[in-house]
């Protein structure tokens, strides 16, 4: 079991505004954060990192919304992190999230979900490699 995740804040909390609240909120958790930069993903880059949804109807849509804006990468370090981290920012669905995580707090939609969280350590790993070499990870 690993104890590094990868998280993005969307696009969506980034022209909300929420995204020093989100960082708070993952450092209030106990994440240490261990590498993190802003960024803008071109539609082929955000096409490169959703491509294991490819097949996917909103595959699309999804490489549409996070090419849109700014967003925050970073990859966060805790024991149990993968695990402990989507228990901190809930269900896809904000409507189905539960109080005080991160999606009920600041997503708007499926869609429009605030934070990107890996689903194994494997994906962390891969997806924190996507945007930081080893130079940058302290």
Request: proline fraction near 2%; glycine fraction near 8%.
């Amino acid at each position: 079991m690993s104890n590094r995740t990868f998280t993005m804040i969307k696009p969506d909390a980034m022209k909300n505004g929420h995204a020093g609240a989100i960082l708070n909120h993952i450092i209030k958790a106990g994440f240490r954060v261990v590498a993190l930069k802003q960024t803008r993903l071109s539609a082929e880059k955000a096409g490169e990192f959703y491509a294991v949804h490819k097949e996917r109807p909103f595959y699309g849509e999804l490489v549409e919304f996070m090419s849109s804006g700014v967003i925050i990468a970073a990859i966060l370090e805790k024991d149990n992190a993968v695990a402990d981290f989507r228990k901190v920012i809930g269900a896809t669905n904000p409507a189905q999230a539960d109080e005080g995580t991160i999606r009920k707090l600041y997503a708007t939609s499926v869609g429009e979900n605030a934070v990107h969280g890996s689903d194994s350590d494997e994906n962390a790993a891969i997806e924190g490699s996507f945007f930081f070499s080893g130079l940058e990870q302290f």
